[in-house]
């Protein structure tokens, strides 16, 4: 059984940082490319940042350069989503997702499994 499963949000002030953690089971992790998407409230879910595990390619939508860092661990399955000078605009549902061989497309109906999301809140 896959799971992937988020954690480390939470509720930060402006300019604060924080992590996420996405821990992946039941599924051959060097096979997949993992990405982070959001959700805000009233609006559509958005890609944030996207890490090949294969060949550690990465990739970032314009909503994340410059401030977030998307990395991989190997020898635990995890991948992580490093936030940085957080804006209220970055409150919302966090989810990460896997593709098996995928590209960093963005395209939800590509991703196999989702976790079940998690909250970040960040205060003016």
């Known amino acids: 059984q896959v799971q992937l499963v988020e954690s480390g949000g939470g509720s930060v002030q402006t300019g604060g940082s924080l992590r996420l953690s996405c821990a992946a089971s039941g599924l051959h992790f060097g096979d997949y490319s993992i990405a982070w998407f959001r959700q805000a409230p009233g609006k559509e879910r958005e890609g944030v940042a996207c890490?090949?595990?294969?060949?550690?390619?990465?990739d970032y939508e314009n909503i994340a350069k410059g401030r977030f860092t998307i990395s991989s661990d190997v020898a635990t399955d995890t991948v992580y989503l490093r936030m940085k000078r957080l804006r209220p605009e970055d409150t919302g549902v966090y989810y990460c997702?896997?593709?098996?061989?995928?590209?960093?497309?963005?395209?939800?109906?590509?991703?196999?499994?989702w976790g079940q999301g998690i909250q970040v809140t960040v205060t003016a």
């Open positions: 890490i090949n595990i294969g060949d550690g390619d990465k």
């Open positions: 997702a896997a593709e098996e061989g995928g590209f960093c497309t963005y395209v939800e109906r590509r991703y196999d499994f």
